[in-house]
């Protein structure tokens, strides 16, 4: 995952309703949820629905499937583990977030809590942002 990739990403989800379809499609798994239970869910016109499905298609970051006549969308999982890789990866200090692989494969972050008055690695000054 490179800056622009995430930008593009980033814009996708920065509608409400895109958020909120989104939010949807990853509490449904890889199975997905179709087009127009999406639409009836977030009580969103089926038209607007497909709408933003496709701007969030774009940015990659839902895929869909025909099954009949519907058309089932899902979240891109690994773009997601990519995303928050990326941006864990970015964060401030290791002493605030960290990511790691258990013996299964398995990525683990790690946060911390609060912030100590430790200045950050970052050119923000301390963890909270203030210099």
Same mark, same amino acid.
């Given at each position: 995952?490179?800056?622009?990739? +995430? #930008? &593009?990403?980033?814009?996708?989800?920065?509608?409400?309703?895109? %958020?909120?379809? =989104?939010?949807?499609?990853?509490?449904?798994?890889?199975?997905?949820?179709?087009?127009?239970?999406?639409?009836?869910?977030?009580?969103?016109?089926?038209?607007?629905?497909?709408?933003?499905?496709?701007?969030?298609?774009?940015?990659?970051?839902?895929?869909?499937?025909?099954?009949?006549? +519907? #058309? &089932?969308?899902?979240?891109?999982?690994?773009?997601?583990?990519? %995303?928050?890789? =990326?941006?864990?990866?970015?964060?401030?200090?290791?002493?605030?977030?960290?990511?790691?692989?258990?013996?299964?494969?398995?990525?683990?972050?790690?946060?911390?809590?609060?912030?100590?008055?430790?200045?950050?690695?970052?050119?923000?000054?301390?963890?909270?942002?203030?210099?």
């Amino acid at each position: 995952m490179d800056t622009q990739e +995430s #930008i &593009i990403i980033f814009d996708a989800l920065s509608q409400e309703t895109r %958020l909120r379809a =989104f939010r949807l499609l990853v509490s449904a798994g890889k199975d997905g949820l179709p087009a127009g239970a999406l639409s009836e869910k977030l009580r969103v016109p089926h038209n607007t629905m497909s709408f933003h499905l496709n701007h969030l298609s774009n940015a990659n970051i839902v895929s869909s499937r025909r099954e009949g006549r +519907s #058309i &089932i969308y899902s979240a891109n999982f690994p773009l997601v583990r990519d %995303l928050i890789r =990326f941006m864990v990866r970015d964060c401030c200090s290791v002493e605030f977030a960290s990511i790691r692989e258990d013996e299964k494969g398995v990525s683990i972050i790690e946060l911390t809590s609060s912030c100590s008055d430790k200045p950050c690695e970052s050119k923000k000054g301390k963890c909270d942002g203030t210099s």
